[in-house]
């Protein structure tokens, strides 16, 4: 089940504007991952952290794995009407994958 | 190379009827997983096959069950359906079993009716 707690549920924004959202957790996880999925579509992988304190950018989506590891955050810039989706984080910790119940981001023209 | 490919995309059975979702890994990938997936309860792990042999299970009924043959093709069986089992299926594929990066198909959304 799901121990991951991703915050916020649903954001609604202007085109333009920059967006935040983050996953927490009791657990600490070795990897943290960031997943967007496309009404009707599977989740798409973003982008991958291997390492406490690491950030790392994919376009205009940054990421960063938190010190405690125990938590993560992406943040999305000058976002633009094809950003809508639901965003997921996900942790592993060896063989277990635990999801956050995703961030839905709608966009507004 | 392909990615994930999941069939049939849509699905729509009546209680107590059984279904079989079929899901072919990305060329070379070793490990599916499947996930439920519905709106208030957001991705719940089914379980996960390697090498044919199932390495991980979650919290579902017997009623769910699986199996993944000598290609890495992976099949889901749903028996005796409850209106609750309408969902999005997603399969996903890694390498190796601790791979980090998971790679989802586009899913089969089910309808128990």
């Known amino acids: 089940g799901q121990q991951l707690n991703q915050s916020p549920q649903s954001m609604f924004i202007q085109e333009g504007e920059d967006v935040s959202m983050n996953c927490t957790s009791s657990?600490?996880?070795?990897?943290w991952l960031w997943y967007k999925q496309d009404p009707g579509e599977g989740p798409v992988l973003l982008i991958a952290l291997y390492k406490a304190g690491e950030l790392t950018s994919n376009g205009r989506l940054t990421a960063q794995f938190g010190i405690t590891r125990k938590d993560s955050f992406l943040n999305i810039s000058a976002s633009i009407p094809s950003d809508v989706g639901i965003y997921f984080c996900a942790g592993l910790r060896g063989n277990d994958m635990r999801f956050g119940a995703g961030t839905r981001l709608t966009v507004k023209p | 190379k392909a990615g994930v490919t999941q069939t049939p995309r849509y699905l729509i059975k009546t209680r107590g009827q059984q279904v079989t979702l079929s899901c072919s890994p990305i060329s070379g990938h070793r490990s599916v997983s499947w996930y439920q997936q519905t709106p208030g309860q957001g991705l719940q792990f089914l379980f996960e096959y390697f090498s044919e042999t199932q390495r991980n299970k979650g919290n579902f009924p017997g009623r769910f069950s699986g199996r993944q043959f000598s290609n890495s093709r992976s099949e889901m069986n749903v028996s005796t359906l409850e209106l609750g089992d309408s969902a999005l299926y997603l399969c996903?594929?890694?390498?190796?079993?601790?791979?980090?990066?998971?790679?989802f198909g586009s899913g089969t959304q089910l309808s128990v009716l």
């Open positions: 657990s600490i996880f070795n990897t």
């Open positions: 996903a594929s890694k390498e190796g079993q601790l791979d980090e990066k998971l790679f």
